[in-house]
């Protein structure tokens, strides 16, 4: 898919993903990124021409989150190469796609502390944690620093805590922080490897897991342990779609 350009539709259009009707979508059918997309044009700071490098960059990124997050076949992600792509943190050991469809792009983000814990969330209770307590969060490409194969560039991702963060710590405790309704806004660096098509070979995300964390309990530093500590496994296991 693509246009007269000769590029794919996945870096010409944020969207272009949504449209795959025929994919294997989590819950049987594209989610609904409007209110999302609004919040972004509203509160960006980046104003990128289009078909410039940086554009190219951020809905190609975009396409890969909507296909992370949603679409549960990697047969089906068209922003990758198969047989390449890994995923990691901070130069850390790389992942496979299929990792990250058992674990989550949270959990593949997130490392261990008193507030949260990668062990003790499990794919569907970390993204109703993070997208209950934050129902917008918007995310740009704010500079780029070199073009393809190699793409290295910096990211600013960003959104309102509109409800309480509720989640499981490295005690296996239940946190709850308080929604203080301020803005969360974290930032890092991407290097990231594509091929000739734009596929993505590789991501690294370079940045501090632990500065969401401190915006999200600027007002509320320790939190209220809600549950006592689980002996091991996922506490949610079990529970069915949509429970807390």
Request: include cysteine; aromatic fraction near 12%; charged fraction near 25%.
């Amino acid at each position: 898919m693509g246009d007269k350009t000769g590029l794919p539709d996945y870096v010409l259009d944020s969207n272009a993903v949504l449209k795959d009707k025929d994919a294997a979508w989590r819950y049987g059918h594209p989610p609904d990124y409007a209110k999302t997309r609004a919040f972004y044009e509203g509160s960006k700071t980046m104003k990128h021409e289009a078909g410039s490098l940086p554009d190219l960059v951020e809905k190609l990124v975009k396409n890969w989150e909507i296909e992370a997050s949603f679409k549960t076949s990697l047969d089906d992600w068209r922003t990758i190469d198969r047989t390449k792509y890994t995923f990691s943190l901070n130069g850390g050991k790389p992942q496979t796609g299929e990792h990250m469809l058992q674990v989550g792009t949270y959990n593949a983000l997130l490392t261990s502390s008193s507030y949260y814990d990668p062990a003790h969330n499990d794919f569907e209770t970390s993204h109703k944690a993070f997208k209950r307590m934050m129902p917008t969060f918007a995310w740009e490409v704010t500079e780029v620093y070199s073009g393809p194969p190699v793409v290295i560039f910096k990211w600013r991702h960003w959104g309102y805590m509109a409800n309480d963060y509720v989640g499981f710590n490295d005690r296996g405790d239940k946190i709850r922080i308080k929604a203080h309704g301020g803005l969360i806004d974290i930032q890092g660096i991407v290097i990231a490897k594509v091929n000739d098509k734009l596929e993505l070979e590789s991501i690294d995300v370079w940045f501090d897991p632990m500065d969401m964390f401190r915006q999200i309990a600027r007002q509320d530093k320790q939190g209220t342990i809600e549950a006592a500590s689980v002996t091991g496994g996922c506490p949610f296991a079990g529970a069915s779609k949509g429970s807390e």
